[in-house]
């Protein structure tokens, strides 16, 4: 059993026991240096909710732990600036960073042609996850944004839900598998069939890689299904029950 | 996968509970029967199908010559796992029935290594290595599901249903571990299945 992440533990701990939290906690714009500060401490100082952080925390470091009621009870707004975040870091971050590891080990192989078809699984897979993060963040998310907003302030429904009847989050859900079942193909194909190359390390560093993002991606993907979705799915109803 | 049944027999309550509850941590466990004497234990035995037998030094030494036999050379082998204060001596007879001992002094990461062992060797169920490989016909299944092919299309070409198809699609990505279509197409280039133009 894991243990869960409190608000007054020490921040510092908890990135102790569980060292990929700091990906989750530098999402939130914390930085490291936080001494002896308790993570209700930090989360003041940085103007973070803490009720959401830790619950971000918690499912994030312990996948049985999934307060999906609770994590539901925060606003679409905070759900989905944290989601946004989350994108970011695999644009800017996560991907390039793999990216290079491959090109490396491209240069490193003396008979490139074997790679080339994992590698080629890989840019295509890039492209797919980038796209779908970018529709995401430019459809998806103002989508959810203007029906709480609607939902809250009791605003005129109307063009929502004409856009609801084209593309609503039931879809949405129905859509939703394929990015983490090629991204578990692609470490799959890799573990199984990369050429022997001189340099290990790099291939024990990419698959170190592999794991950590397809941990992130079936986090970030689960947030977006159990929490997100089913919040707006709601909202939608009511909405057009209003009509 | 199928459980592996258990027998536990132990006259002490506090071991006997003790045992089960390590057994019960191990996925795809199952102690069917708690005894406490060796009286009726090769029926009971027989009875669950019991994989594994887990009993008390003592207890195995009340057994019959007849019953020892049973254990051993019965139609289901049985794994014995005798618990005991110390360790039995190479001479003594019931070391040779028993797969593996457990002393009481002994640290639960121990024990638990020594139940898995016994799991890993009664397990039979789980498909052996070659079923786990590729019949000729999923090959050809494959080539076509890599080509880009849909199930109508790889029924019609192959005579087959469309539900044959999907049940061969299944079963090449059980085996393989494979899920997607890009996936599978990349193994297929990867073991020269199809051709790397398939790529292009």
């Not at chain 1, 695999?90 to 490396?104: A, H, K, Q, T, V």
């Not at chain 2, 102690?31 to 009286?39: C, D, G, K, P």
């Not at chain 2, 594994?52 to 796992?81: C, F, H, M, W, Y």
């Not at chain 2, 890993?120 to 490989?133: I, K, L, R």
Request: one cysteine or more; hydrophobic letters at 40%.
């Amino acid at each position: 059993m894991c243990a869960m992440f409190t608000h007054n533990m020490k921040l510092a701990e908890v990135v102790q026991s569980d060292f990929n939290t700091l990906n989750v906690i530098n999402r939130f714009g914390v930085k490291l240096g936080f001494g002896e500060k308790s993570v209700a401490r930090v989360c003041a100082d940085y103007g973070i909710n803490t009720e959401f952080f830790l619950e971000i925390l918690n499912a994030y470091h312990d996948p049985n732990y999934f307060p999906q009621k609770h994590l539901q009870s925060f606003s679409v707004g905070e759900i989905v600036e944290y989601l946004r975040k989350t994108h970011r870091s695999y644009i800017d971050e996560g991907i390039p960073f793999i990216e290079e590891l491959m090109n490396r080990m491209l240069e490193d192989c003396e008979n490139p042609g074997e790679i080339k078809p994992i590698v080629k699984f890989f840019n295509d897979y890039k492209t797919e996850l980038f796209n779908h993060l970018h529709w995401e963040d430019r459809d998806i998310f103002p989508y959810t944004l203007a029906v709480e907003e609607a939902y809250i302030n009791g605003t005129d429904a109307s063009e929502i839900i004409e856009a609801m009847q084209k593309y609503s989050m039931t879809d949405f859900l129905d859509e939703h598998d394929d990015i983490e079942s090629k991204l578990y193909d692609i470490n799959t194909l890799f573990i199984k069939y990369v050429p022997p190359v001189s340099n290990q390390m790099i291939c024990v560093r990419i698959l170190k890689e592999f794991s950590l993002l397809q941990k992130d991606i079936n986090n970030h993907a689960r947030i977006e299904e159990k929490v997100l979705a089913p919040k707006v799915i709601i909202m939608e109803k009511e909405l057009l029950q209003k009509q | 996968m199928s459980k592996v049944i258990f027998i536990v027999a132990e006259p002490s309550y506090i071991i006997r509970k003790g045992l089960v509850s390590l057994i019960n941590e191990l996925p795809n466990t199952l102690v069917a029967r708690e005894l406490e004497t060796a009286q009726k234990l090769i029926e009971t035995a027989t009875h669950h199908g019991a994989d594994a037998i887990v009993i008390n030094a003592e207890l195995l030494r009340e057994l019959s010559q007849a019953d020892r036999k049973t254990l051993l050379n019965g139609k289901k082998k049985t794994a014995v796992v005798t618990i005991s204060c110390s360790a039995l001596s190479h001479s003594d007879e019931i070391t040779n029935i028993s797969s593996s001992q457990i002393m009481l002094s002994e640290s639960k990461p121990s024990v638990l290594k020594k139940i898995k062992g016994i799991i890993y060797q009664v397990d039979t169920s789980e498909a052996t290595p070659e079923n786990q490989e590729l019949s000729d016909r999923e090959v050809e299944i494959l080539k076509d599901v890599a080509l880009g092919l849909s199930n109508k299309e790889i029924a019609e070409k192959n005579f087959i249903s469309p539900h044959t198809v999907i049940t061969h699609r299944k079963n090449i990505t059980r085996k393989l571990g494979i899920k997607t279509v890009s996936g599978l197409t990349i193994y297929a280039i990867l073991n020269k299945i199809i051709g790397m133009e398939a790529l292009e």
